[in-house]
């Protein structure tokens, strides 16, 4: 599959949402994490869960966004949260439910 868009949506304080919640990837690849909407008055700060060096991130744009590089050395289903940053503070998502496999997530095939 070409590179995926992950669109993340935040509201204070805890309040988080990924669409997709599933980022699917058949070879190495990019995954653009983006504020929705873009106007947001957050930013990025970082992805956290994701195995090294598999998977490297950086910020984009000040923070408006973020990229995931997956080397897709391993297929299976990679879980993450995501840090945020507002006038208050850090935030960081939490698993919204536990399943076999729990969104957010990217899943390498």
């Known amino acids: 599959m070409p ?13 988080f949402s990924f669409d997709p919640e599933t980022a699917t990837m058949s070879a ?3 995954i653009n994490f983006h504020r929705d909407p873009g106007s947001a008055n957050w930013t990025f700060v970082s992805i956290n869960g994701l195995p090294s ?16 590089n997956d080397g897709h050395t391993s297929t299976g289903d990679f879980g993450y ?4 940053n507002d006038a208050t503070g850090n935030h ?9 496999t729990t969104p957010p997530m990217i899943m390498n095939r």
Do not use: C, E, H, Y
Not at 3 to 15: E, I, M, N
């Open 3 to 15: 590179d995926q868009t992950v669109k993340v949506s935040f509201t204070a304080p805890s309040t």
């Open 28 to 30: 190495a690849g990019k």
């Open 53 to 68: 060096p598999q998977f490297t991130s950086s910020l984009t744009g000040n923070g408006s966004g973020m990229t995931v």
């Open 81 to 84: 949260t995501v840090t945020v």
């Open 92 to 100: 960081t998502s939490q698993i919204s439910r536990i399943t076999g």
